[in-house]
């Protein structure tokens, strides 16, 4: 069965703390993804990667970077920890696939909810 | 030009009813359209998807209706149950870009009164 993991459900950082959220999955996906999202503004895109190694900056990569070492796994770093940037982070990996018909699916891990005090 | 617009926001129906969720795109170049669900506690799946060759696409009682003309496509859930409540998000890319990006919309919560 498909997996996306993520390393924590629950995290509370402070302010100005180097935060790590851990993505792996276990499909051999090329692509991941990592959004937040907030009520009334939906799925953001923080940062993707095609690729081991291979990073492109989403709609929102302020104050965030991201690691690909391997394939499996997708970090998300938050560099210095602020109050605006207590959300609930997704991370998805996926598959585009071209056979008679054309499917594009992202799988989703179940989140981490993050906390900046 | 790479927006996704949603409505409504919330939707409350009455169980039997039928739901309806509205989406509009502005960039031309999207050509694969997917709605997603998503349950309290957990990460949006995959729920139904339509690419613009066809204006309609029924699986159970979800179905996609699109409008190529009107850059417009919709859900609509027939005979709504309490179990379909849930968060939909319509999206949008290009199938023959060079990256996987999805665009969003905003997201539509549903509830669905027994």
């Known amino acids: 069965d498909v997996k996306v993991t993520q390393s924590s459900r629950y995290l509370v950082k402070r302010t100005g703390e180097k935060v790590f959220l851990e993505c792996v999955q276990d499909?051999?996906?090329?692509?991941m993804f990592w959004y937040r999202q907030d009520p009334g503004l939906g799925l953001r895109l923080i940062y993707f990667?095609?690729?081991?190694?291979?990073?492109e900056k989403g709609d929102i990569p302020e104050g965030y970077s991201v690691s690909r070492e391997k394939k499996e796994r997708f970090s998300l770093i938050l560099e210095s920890a602020s109050t605006n940037q207590t959300s609930m982070y997704l991370c998805?990996?996926?598959?585009?696939?071209?056979?008679?018909?054309?499917?594009?699916?992202?799988?989703f891990g179940p989140g981490t909810r993050l906390t900046v005090t | 030009q790479q927006q996704v617009k949603q409505s409504p926001q919330s939707l409350i129906v009455q169980k039997g009813g039928i739901s309806i969720i509205n989406c509009a795109y502005e960039?031309?170049?999207?050509?694969?359209f997917p709605w997603y669900q998503q349950f309290p506690g957990k990460g949006p799946a995959l729920l139904i998807a339509?690419?613009?060759?066809?204006s309609e696409k029924k699986e159970g009682r979800f179905t996609i209706s699109f409008n190529k003309s009107a850059k417009q496509f919709s859900l609509h859930i027939m005979d709504s149950q309490p179990g379909d409540s849930a968060t939909y998000f319509c999206?949008?890319?290009?199938?023959?870009?060079?990256?996987?990006?999805?665009?969003f919309g905003k997201g539509t919560l549903l509830t669905v009164n027994p």
């Open positions: 998805a990996s996926s598959i585009r696939v071209w056979n008679r018909v054309f499917k594009d699916e992202q799988y």
């Open positions: 990667s095609y690729d081991v190694k291979m990073k």
């Open positions: 999206a949008a890319t290009n199938s023959g870009g060079s990256n996987y990006k999805l665009t």
């Open positions: 960039n031309t170049a999207f050509d694969y």
């Open positions: 339509i690419r613009p060759d066809v």
């Open positions: 499909m051999d996906h090329e692509n």
